[in-house]
């Protein structure tokens, strides 16, 4: 036991180092424990994620890479542009979602709900993929730099984009990331986010009242 625990300060060690020279998120290793993981990538809101993944067709690792891009985790974020929240959706983006959805109303506001956000968030992502073909670098790109510069570029490369064609270091360095955090979380997390059903994940109360929550992205009642 005793030589257990010099390991795992060993391997603890050799990973702070590691990250000295790389990135935070390039220091965790495929073969290092799942608990090692844990300690330098959080996932909170579960329920949200495994529910807005699995209303729109997302895996939830996925999403989870996403939000930690974006925020952190961090659901009080605001950017320099205005976007709110766990996964950095745009007040403009979340209101037109919920016109084009028959939404009543929709107020700012609505965002600073985690379970909201990830709702607004995971249904422009599967968006994107739809107008992308399916194509998860491209709408990764999108959701970062918007649909427009990626319809040029693409444009420009001839065909679907990789992520060597992206022109912007910004973009293509959240893309990479991106891809490389959703191998992180499925590796640490993949039984915390896989899992669920039909039904609406970790909602309180009844069937009824889950569906009226989640609702509130497509339409809100005042």
């Known amino acids: 036991m005793r030589r257990l625990r010099v390991l795992l300060v060993l391997v603890l060690l050799c990973a702070a180092g590691a990250a000295a020279l790389a990135t935070v998120e390039r220091w965790y290793q495929p073969w ?10 959080p996932l909170e809101h579960v329920a949200a994620v495994r529910a807005g993944a699995e209303r729109n067709r997302l895996d939830p690792a996925l999403v989870a890479a996403v939000i930690y891009t974006e925020s952190g985790f961090d659901q009080h974020v605001r950017s320099s542009q205005g976007a709110v929240g766990l996964m950095q959706v745009l007040p403009s983006t979340a209101r037109e979602i919920a016109r084009q959805s028959g939404g009543a109303a929709f ?12 709702l607004y968030g995971c249904f422009y992502l599967r968006r994107l993929l739809d107008r992308f073909e399916g194509s998860l670098v491209e709408a990764l790109a999108a959701y970062n730099a918007g649909a427009a510069r990626v319809e040029g570029w693409r444009t420009a490369a001839g065909g679907q984009l990789a992520v060597a064609d ?3 270091e910004e973009t293509r360095s959240y893309v990479e990331q991106v891809l490389h955090l959703r191998a992180i979380y499925a590796h640490v997390y993949g039984s915390r986010l896989a899992g669920g059903s039909s039904e609406i994940v970790g909602c ?7 569906e009226r929550l989640y609702e509130h992205v497509f339409v809100r009642v005042n």
């Open 204 to 210: 309180p109360g009844s069937t009824d009242l889950c």
């Open 166 to 168: 992206i022109p912007y």
């Open 107 to 118: 107020a700012v506001s609505d965002l600073a709900t985690p379970r909201i956000n990830v």
């Open 32 to 41: 290092m424990p799942a608990s090692v993981g844990r300690l330098g990538f």
